[in-house]
């Protein structure tokens, strides 16, 4: 009986007990191709023979850049796993530079592309990695070895034997992969994550998750370089559930629909999106189809669970969900039974408003530094609370320190990050993750994240943002006086502004221009709201897209240290300043409940 210690012990694993014919399905031309765990091992194990008769060692790092999930990817995974060395995924998206650092960083010798987008970006800078020996391509392009290349050198079994001697020589507490996260300062970190890390969080989440072993269905479309999807892609092969790759987020709602999934994952981001689509769309029917609607809404925004809000809700709730919801569900495929929300903050609203429509959205917290679930929620035994991340998983221990920090014990806390033991040291402190968080635990062990220790936010789409960079350029116009860029938990980045109300009469003046005299007058003039976009735009070019500031409202009052925005060294009293504003905040977001 294969016993989950690594994590190429997974598809054996399968094997052994659901054999399933659909392990792994992806869509080529149209088409949706399944690829059994049968042949997940057999490719893994010719990818794992190519691999070492390409001089790849025990050790080694070998990188994976793809645009899409796909089931080459999984393949690959395993393949270099079990070769003793460790795989470096990266983000397909950032710069070539960030590319650059990573590949000379943790001295890749291989690296596995998805398609044109990828290997552009990868050809412009390759010479200046000296380690790399070679690029192979997922997709077949002109001017690429193809990744069935690899496969044909593994073909010839012969080197089996080695293959199994290094199989056998990894440990669990060995290295398995190396994740480059976003550092404030701007270089990626390398974080180390063993086989045991994985492997524990994958096993621990499966008890989190209501799928029917060896039945269900997943649909998987965020990004597998994160930890968050890759974990869950474990732990699907262990739970026997065939996994899905969507083609893209722009054809999800297909996806979902062909598929017919009963869980997936999803960052607020994406459900935010998928509720303002399905409220447009309700705001467009007329007459007692609209009133249904908006009826059924506006119950959906009350929901609390375990029939909480009483028979008479729960009788109305029937109704909703027979007249307005089902149509959601059915939009969603109809067969959904769990989305893991992760990443970033879920707003309590999309958490009561999906879960009254049947469609349980289950809320998590996790960092990558531990791979990546801390806590989850789950529906059953009364372990779902909104507004909260759940309770912590099994082996782990969440402790919060006298200053609110969250800090984490457990078996999926990182080794550490690659090369740097300074900044390892900083985190990893008397046997504990300081996460960087702030939080709280209820008495029946429901954890809640009330802020950020630094001043880092993420968005919902599960990108991290440094606001103070972003106000450093900002001010950098002559007029902006003060700015605070917000987003924490939303869709964007936007921003707080207070002109330089000096600088602006100037302007006026020169443009023959009447602002009036009153400041709370002079922030509608439109030629001026135009002016102030011109500078935020021109600043956001040195941006990435996920940091550029979306939208900014102008502020009617002067910051001052006197009237509390301020502290008495001129920081941003951030919270402060949203509370003052939080109707100008409201407006950004268009948040009307």
Same mark, same amino acid.
């Given at each position: ?15 052994e007990n ?9 869509k ?12 997940y ?5 010719a990818? *794992? &023979? @190519?691999l070492?008769r390409l001089g ?6 070998v ?6 999930n ?10 270099i ?11 397909p998206?950032?710069?070539e530079? $960030? ?6 960083h ?5 690296c596995?592309? *998805?398609c ?7 050809? =412009?800078?390759?010479?200046q ?8 391509s997922?997709?077949?392009m ?22 199994e ?7 669990? !507490? ?9 550092g404030?300062t701007g #270089? ?15 096993? *621990?989440?499966?008890? #989190? ?5 060896g ?20 732990? +699907?092969q262990?739970? @026997? ?22 869980v997936?994952?999803?960052? %607020? ?14 705001a $467009? ?11 059924a809404? $506006?119950?959906? !925004?009350?929901?609390?669970p ?9 009788f109305?709730l029937?109704?909703a ?8 569900k059915?939009?969603l495929?109809?067969e959904?039974? /769990? ?11 999309l ?6 429509a049947?469609l349980p ?7 990558t ?9 789950d529906?059953r ?7 909260t991340?759940?309770? /912590? ?16 014990? @457990?078996p ?8 740097? %033991? ?6 990893l ?5 300081h ?6 635990v ?7 994240i009330?802020?950020?220790k630094?001043?880092?936010f993420?968005t ?5 943002v440094? %606001?103070?960079?972003l106000?450093?350029?900002m001010?950098?116009?002559f007029?902006i ?5 917000v987003?924490?938990?939303e869709?964007? %980045? ?6 330089n109300?000096?600088?602006v009469?100037?302007w006026?003046? &020169?443009?023959d221009l ?6 709370s007058?002079?922030?509608?003039n439109?030629r001026?709201i135009?002016?102030?976009q011109?500078?935020?735009d ?30 008495p060294?001129m920081?941003? =009293? &951030? ?5 003052? +504003?939080?109707a100008l ?9």
């Amino acid at each position: 009986m294969t016993d989950v210690k690594l994590l190429f012990d997974f598809p054996y694993y399968q094997l052994e007990n659901y054999n399933l014919e659909k392990s792994l399905v992806s869509k080529y031309n149209g088409e949706w191709i399944a690829t059994s765990t049968q042949e997940y091992i057999d490719k893994a194990n010719a990818i *794992s &023979r @190519g691999l070492i008769r390409l001089g790849v060692q025990p050790n080694d790092k070998v990188a994976i850049i793809s645009l899409t999930n796909r089931t080459e990817w999984n393949i690959c995974d395993i393949g270099i796993l079990q070769t003793g060395a460790q795989d470096v995924p990266i983000y397909p998206t950032i710069s070539e530079e $960030d590319y650059m650092y990573i590949l000379n960083h943790s001295e890749s010798v291989y690296c596995f592309v *998805s398609c044109e987008f990828v290997l552009e970006k990868i050809n =412009k800078i390759k010479d200046q990695v000296p380690t790399l020996k070679g690029v192979f391509s997922f997709d077949e392009m002109e001017g690429s070895d193809h990744w069935s290349e690899v496969l044909k050198l593994g073909e010839d079994d012969s080197n089996q034997d080695e293959v199994e001697k290094r199989k056998s020589d990894v440990n669990e !507490l060995d290295l398995a992969t190396i994740i480059y996260t976003s550092g404030t300062t701007g #270089r990626p970190k390398g974080v180390m994550l063993s086989h045991k890390n994985i492997v524990s969080n994958a096993i *621990s989440s499966t008890y #989190r998750l209501p799928m029917e072993l060896g039945k269900s269905k997943s649909l998987s479309f965020l990004p597998v370089c994160h930890i968050y999807e890759r974990m869950l892609l474990y732990m +699907y092969q262990y739970c @026997g559930a065939s996994i899905h790759f969507a083609e893209s987020l722009e054809t999800i709602s297909d996806n979902l629909k062909e598929v017919h999934p009963h869980v997936m994952s999803a960052v %607020p981001r994406l459900l935010e999106k998928v509720y303002d689509k399905i409220y447009a769309k309700g705001a $467009d029917l007329t007459g007692i189809k609209k009133g249904l609607f908006f009826w059924a809404v $506006d119950l959906g !925004l009350k929901y609390e669970p375990y029939g909480q809000n009483g028979w008479w809700y729960e009788f109305q709730l029937k109704i909703a969900r027979k007249l307005i919801f089902s149509k959601w569900k059915e939009a969603l495929g109809g067969e959904l039974k /769990a989305i893991a929300s992760g990443s970033a903050a879920l707003q309590p609203r999309l958490a009561r408003v999906f879960n009254a429509a049947g469609l349980p959205v289950m809320e998590g917290y996790g960092l990558t530094e531990t791979s990546p679930v801390v806590s989850v929620n789950d529906m059953r035994d009364f372990h779902f609370r909104i507004g909260t991340v759940g309770k /912590a998983l099994k082996n782990t221990e969440i402790k919060i320190a006298e200053d609110g920090e969250i800090l984490i014990k @457990g078996p999926q806390v990182m080794m550490g990050y690659f090369k740097e %033991p300074k900044l390892t040291n900083e985190v990893l402190k008397d046997g504990y993750f300081h996460t960087g968080d702030i939080g709280e635990v209820d008495d029946e062990g429901f954890l809640k994240i009330t802020d950020r220790k630094k001043e880092m936010f993420k968005t919902s789409g599960g990108k991290y943002v440094a %606001p103070q960079i972003l106000e450093n350029a900002m001010k950098e116009s002559f007029f902006i006086e003060q700015i605070m860029v917000v987003g924490d938990g939303e869709k964007m %980045p936007a921003a707080l502004v207070q002109l330089n109300i000096d600088f602006v009469k100037e302007w006026a003046k &020169r443009k023959d221009l009447q602002l009036g005299e009153d400041l709370s007058e002079i922030i509608k003039n439109e030629r001026l709201i135009q002016r102030v976009q011109e500078e935020i735009d021109l600043q956001n070019e040195k941006f990435g897209k996920w940091e550029k500031i979306k939208r900014f409202e102008l502020t009617p009052d002067i910051w001052s240290i006197e009237s509390g925005h301020l502290t008495p060294t001129m920081k941003l =009293k &951030r919270k402060v300043i949203k509370q003052k +504003y939080i109707a100008l905040y409201n407006k950004i977001y268009e948040h009307n409940f």
